[in-house]
């Protein structure tokens, strides 16, 4: 059973930057593609961040490309989501989660397993 646990959530002002870190457990991640979705209050989830197995293909939301990246590091079963120029709209929970042995995927049903999620809130 893979747990995925994410970190690095809080309050930031509007501009400011914000580094999220999903820690996973067990021996599927290096095979699984890991991706970051995000919840706001009253909305559906949506996807914003996905990187392959290896970390050679990205893709991202429109609403944070240019802003935001995703990085892994497979020695560490670590997976990264760093935010620059954060917006008032970003605030939400954010996920992380995995796709066992899928390839870049952005809708949640591919996804296996998830993480319970980090605050994020963005002050204007």
């Known amino acids: 059973q893979v747990q995925l646990v994410e970190s690095g959530g809080g309050l930031v002002q509007a501009g400011g930057s914000l580094r999220l870190s999903c820690a996973a457990s067990?021996?599927?991640?290096?095979?699984?593609?890991m991706g970051w979705f995000r919840q706001a209050p009253g909305k559906e989830r949506e996807f914003v961040a996905v990187?392959?197995?290896?970390?050679?293909?990205?893709y991202y939301a429109d609403s944070v490309k240019g802003r935001f990246t995703i990085s892994r590091d497979n020695a560490k079963n670590t997976v990264y989501l760093q935010m620059n120029s954060l917006k008032p709209e970003d605030t939400a929970v954010y996920y992380c989660?995995?796709?066992?042995?899928?390839?870049?995927?952005?809708?949640?049903?591919?996804?296996?397993?998830w993480g319970q999620g980090t605050q994020v809130t963005v002050s204007s």
């Open positions: 989660a995995g796709a066992y042995l899928k390839g870049v995927v952005t809708t949640s049903r591919h996804y296996d397993y």
């Open positions: 067990g021996r599927t991640f290096s095979r699984s593609a």
């Open positions: 990187i392959s197995t290896s970390g050679d293909s990205t």
